[in-house]
């Protein structure tokens, strides 16, 4: 009879965990590139130390109306991932993919989520409900699974922890929202970028621009926005990270509504701002909308 050999349980337990130390090197993380911030910081979520993250459009960059740079071709074409809004908020990114050459698999992260229409456009604001956020989790969850299969466990227990800050996360703004009295449930923003937030949660937004930041704003879209604030007494106007202040302040002055603060709409802040995750951003929206409205 043999005898039992300690030195082989060694060597299985150095070749079983040699896969595990591989992952923690960078250069064997999974490259993923987000078109925006917020999608890039769900990836991070989902993805942990098992990815590598960039972001096309960056903190406080507009993704509406984005013009990619040559380096965001090389970015694409090296992913091992491509994960995109969709609902018509990329609308630089078919040239850019072509130019790219890239194979990468794309994930649509909002699909399965049934889009707010405004006018004949769908709304492609839909992470601005915390309950959406969720379906993009899944669906980012869901690719990185399908990219890297021999991780799927660590992803899914990653998804499954940060859907339970979310759930948490939701509570806080429906409590949030609660404070605030029925009849100050209406605000100002520069651009329709909170109708998944209105609807979810039950605040009405006024926006003199569109669902895109690329529409030009009348002089008599202006006016009757001004109209609508003195009738109906809204208390405050918002200013937007991604956007000129300019003609909130007039409007602001013009109807002596205050302004209320900065909502985060589209992109999230660099590390040393006031909403560099996507947590943060949604904690810090219900501020500025309790502290302006909740009195
Ligand atoms: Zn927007």
Same mark, same amino acid.
């Given at each position: 009879?043999?005898?039992?050999?300690?030195?082989?349980?060694?060597?299985?337990?150095? *070749?079983?965990?040699?896969?595990?130390?591989?992952?923690?090197?960078?250069?064997?993380?999974?490259?993923?590139?987000?078109?925006?911030?917020? &999608?890039?910081?769900?990836?991070?979520?989902?993805?942990?130390?098992?990815?590598?993250?960039?972001?096309?459009?960056?903190?406080?960059?507009?993704?509406?109306?984005?013009?990619?740079?040559?380096?965001?071709?090389?970015?694409?074409?090296?992913?091992?991932?491509?994960?995109?809004?969709?609902?018509?908020?990329?609308?630089?990114?078919?040239?850019? &993919?072509?130019?790219?050459?890239?194979?990468?698999?794309?994930?649509?992260?909002?699909?399965?989520?049934?889009?707010? =229409?405004?006018?004949?456009?769908?709304?492609?604001?839909?992470?601005?409900?915390?309950?959406?956020? =969720?379906?993009?989790?899944?669906?980012? #969850?869901?690719?990185?699974?399908?990219a890297d299969p021999?991780?799927?466990?660590?992803?899914?227990?990653?998804?499954?922890? %940060?859907?339970?800050?979310?759930?948490?996360?939701?509570?806080? @703004? #429906?409590?949030?929202?609660?404070?605030?009295?029925?009849?100050h449930r209406k605000?100002?923003?520069?651009?329709?970028?909170?109708? %998944?937030?209105?609807?979810?949660?039950? *605040?009405?937004?006024?926006?003199?621009?569109? @669902?895109?930041?690329?529409?030009?704003?009348?002089?008599?879209?202006?006016? =009757?926005?001004?109209?609508?604030? =003195?009738?109906?007494? *809204?208390?405050?106007?918002?200013?937007?990270?991604?956007?000129?202040?300019?003609?909130? #302040?007039?409007?602001?002055?013009?109807?002596?509504?205050?302004?209320?603060?900065?909502?985060?709409?589209?992109?999230?802040?660099?590390?040393?701002?006031?909403?560099?995750?996507?947590?943060?951003?949604?904690?810090?929206?219900?501020?500025?909308?309790?502290?302006?409205?909740?009195?």
């Amino acid at each position: 009879m043999r005898r039992f050999q300690p030195w082989l349980v060694f060597l299985v337990l150095v *070749i079983s965990a040699a896969p595990l130390r591989a992952q923690d090197r960078a250069q064997d993380r999974l490259n993923v590139v987000a078109s925006f911030s917020i &999608l890039g910081d769900f990836v991070r979520n989902v993805g942990g130390e098992l990815v590598s993250v960039t972001t096309l459009v960056g903190p406080d960059g507009d993704v509406h109306v984005y013009t990619p740079a040559p380096a965001d071709a090389k970015k694409i074409a090296d992913a091992k991932l491509l994960v995109i809004n969709g609902l018509g908020l990329e609308g630089w990114l078919p040239r850019l &993919l072509q130019a790219s050459g890239s194979k990468a698999p794309i994930v649509t992260a909002t699909d399965g989520i049934a889009p707010l =229409k405004l006018g004949s456009d769908a709304d492609p604001h839909a992470w601005q409900s915390v309950a959406n956020a =969720k379906i993009y989790v899944g669906n980012i #969850r869901n690719a990185l699974v399908t990219a890297d299969p021999a991780d799927a466990e660590i992803f899914r227990a990653n998804a499954e922890n %940060y859907l339970t800050k979310l759930d948490a996360l939701d509570r806080e @703004v #429906r409590a949030a929202i609660a404070q605030i009295p029925q009849n100050h449930r209406k605000v100002i923003s520069t651009h329709d970028a909170f109708g %998944y937030f209105a609807a979810g949660y039950g *605040i009405d937004f006024i926006a003199p621009l569109g @669902v895109s930041t690329e529409s030009e704003v009348s002089a008599r879209d202006i006016a =009757k926005i001004i109209t609508q604030i =003195k009738k109906s007494g *809204i208390p405050a106007v918002f200013l937007e990270n991604i956007s000129d202040n300019r003609l909130m #302040r007039r409007i602001s002055a013009e109807t002596g509504a205050r302004v209320g603060g900065t909502l985060y709409s589209d992109a999230l802040t660099d590390e040393k701002g006031v909403a560099p995750t996507y947590i943060d951003m949604v904690r810090h929206n219900i501020k500025a909308l309790t502290s302006a409205l909740a009195k």
